[in-house]
């Protein structure tokens, strides 16, 4: 089992910056990738972009590359999501989670972010 502990978001204006992070504990040795999802009001949850946990190689959707950045500290089992010019569309409950092998099975509780124009 991996425990995901997520911290940040908030409210913002349009053009600003958050910092989300996320603590995984409990089997954290055994993570393959972790990443961030987010999910808008009456939408499915998506996929922000993901890091692999030995490499920290990051890959991002078409969205949000450019101006989000995660990255990872695998010695103190975090990782993070820079958030910089922020867009109303932006807005969304961000969840982190984990995966072992080939599914997203642990997941955060979620924390809102909203990015007001």
């Known amino acids: 089992q991996v425990q995901l502990v997520e911290s940040g978001g908030g409210s913002v204006q349009a053009g600003g910056s958050l910092r989300l992070s996320c603590k995984a504990s409990g089997r954290a040795s055994a993570i393959y990738v972790m990443g961030w999802f987010r999910q808008a009001p009456g939408k499915g949850r998506d996929l922000v972009g993901d890091?692999?946990?030995?490499?920290?190689?990051?890959a991002y959707a078409d969205s949000v590359r450019g101006r989000f950045t995660i990255s990872r500290d695998s010695a103190k089992n975090t990782m993070s999501l820079q958030m910089n010019s922020l867009k109303p569309e932006d807005t969304a409950v961000y969840y982190c989670?984990?995966?072992?092998?080939?599914?997203?099975?642990?997941w955060g509780q979620g924390t809102q972010v909203t990015v007001s124009s």
């Open positions: 989670a984990a995966r072992l092998g080939g599914t997203w099975e642990y």
């Open positions: 890091i692999t946990w030995s490499g920290g190689v990051a």
